[in-house]
């Protein structure tokens, strides 16, 4: 039988990037996105073979609502994250601290406990985390302790809701839609010292934490691990 993946936060980026890899492996796949025109183009980029559901994923109720409407399913792919959180520790604000946790950890936790009775035991959840919560890089303190929130649930949930499998990616510096709230000259630079410090020399691609996530989810022997995807750049 067909299993399905729905993929919460699947409209650009990752998310997208994973759906597109997973139908190639006669996956059936559902995204959601809050943005109904952002979910439309998604649709269409991928040629109107999955399911498209807008939902927020920050709202208990539409997320239930989304399951129900579902019913069972296979696997669970939390693929949406926050810019917020970044800054020097001498000068960042609270409440920016705060909302990183706010837009990504406690939806990805609220996404993953509703999801619970529609899952399949022997599907998996698979969260997004990100390098910053395992490499020492200054001015990310504060959506490195909401990403390490995140990589800390995995191997506590693996147990709990075993035989259920449940995983994270921690992708480095990728070249996703995550990074529009800078200027384009701007990202350039950036991206440009990124690679300078990354052994791969470059920043990533979407497919390639895609690729990631989907082998989490065919490989039936991996439970409890975070996947760090980073070219190397937690080690500079």
Same mark, same amino acid.
């Given at each position: 039988?067909?299993?399905?993946?729905?993929?919460?936060?699947?409209?650009?980026?990752?998310?997208?990037?994973?759906?597109?890899?997973?139908?190639?492996?006669?996956?059936?796949?559902?995204?959601?996105?809050? #943005?109904?025109?952002?979910?439309?183009?998604?649709?269409?980029? =991928?040629?109107?073979?999955? &399911?498209?559901?807008?939902? #927020?994923?920050?709202?208990?109720?539409?997320?239930?609502?989304?399951?129900?409407?579902? /019913?069972?399913?296979?696997? =669970?792919?939390? @693929?949406?994250?926050?810019?917020?959180?970044? &800054?020097? $520790?001498?000068?960042?604000?609270?409440?920016?601290?705060?909302?990183?946790?706010?837009?990504?950890? $406690?939806?990805?936790?609220?996404?993953?406990? %509703?999801?619970?009775?529609?899952?399949?035991?022997?599907?998996?959840?698979?969260?997004?985390?990100? !390098?910053?919560?395992? /490499? @020492?890089?200054?001015?990310?303190?504060?959506?490195?302790?909401?990403?390490?929130?995140?990589?800390?649930?995995?191997?506590? =949930?693996?147990?709990?809701?075993?035989? =259920?499998? !449940?995983? %994270?990616? @921690?992708? *480095?510096?990728?070249?996703?839609?995550?990074?529009?709230?800078?200027?384009?000259?701007?990202?350039?630079?950036?991206?440009? #010292?990124?690679?300078?410090?990354?052994?791969?020399?470059?920043? /990533?691609?979407?497919?390639?934490? &895609?690729?990631?996530?989907?082998?989490?989810?065919?490989?039936?022997?991996?439970?409890?691990?975070?996947?760090?995807?980073?070219? *190397?750049?937690?080690?500079?």
């Amino acid at each position: 039988m067909q299993q399905h993946v729905v993929i919460i936060g699947g409209t650009s980026g990752i998310g997208l990037a994973a759906a597109e890899i997973l139908l190639r492996e006669k996956f059936r796949v559902t995204i959601s996105g809050r #943005d109904p025109q952002r979910l439309a183009n998604a649709g269409k980029k =991928l040629r109107n073979e999955a &399911g498209t559901v807008a939902v #927020d994923a920050a709202n208990p109720t539409a997320i239930a609502a989304l399951y129900g409407s579902l /019913g069972n399913f296979d696997h =669970l792919v939390l @693929a949406f994250g926050s810019n917020k959180g970044l &800054g020097p $520790f001498a000068t960042i604000g609270l409440e920016e601290v705060r909302l990183s946790f706010t837009e990504k950890v $406690f939806p990805q936790f609220a996404c993953a406990q %509703a999801a619970q009775k529609y899952l399949s035991p022997k599907g998996s959840i698979t969260f997004l985390s990100a !390098v910053s919560a395992f /490499g @020492a890089m200054p001015g990310a303190v504060g959506i490195g302790a909401a990403n390490a929130a995140i990589a800390a649930m995995v191997p506590t =949930l693996a147990r709990e809701l075993q035989p =259920l499998r !449940v995983n %994270a990616v @921690a992708p *480095g510096v990728i070249d996703t839609p995550w990074w529009d709230w800078c200027a384009p000259d701007q990202k350039s630079t950036i991206f440009a #010292d990124f690679a300078s410090k990354t052994p791969v020399g470059r920043v /990533g691609a979407s497919e390639e934490i &895609g690729q990631a996530i989907a082998f989490l989810i065919t490989n039936g022997f991996m439970t409890g691990q975070t996947i760090v995807c980073d070219g *190397g750049i937690r080690l500079s």
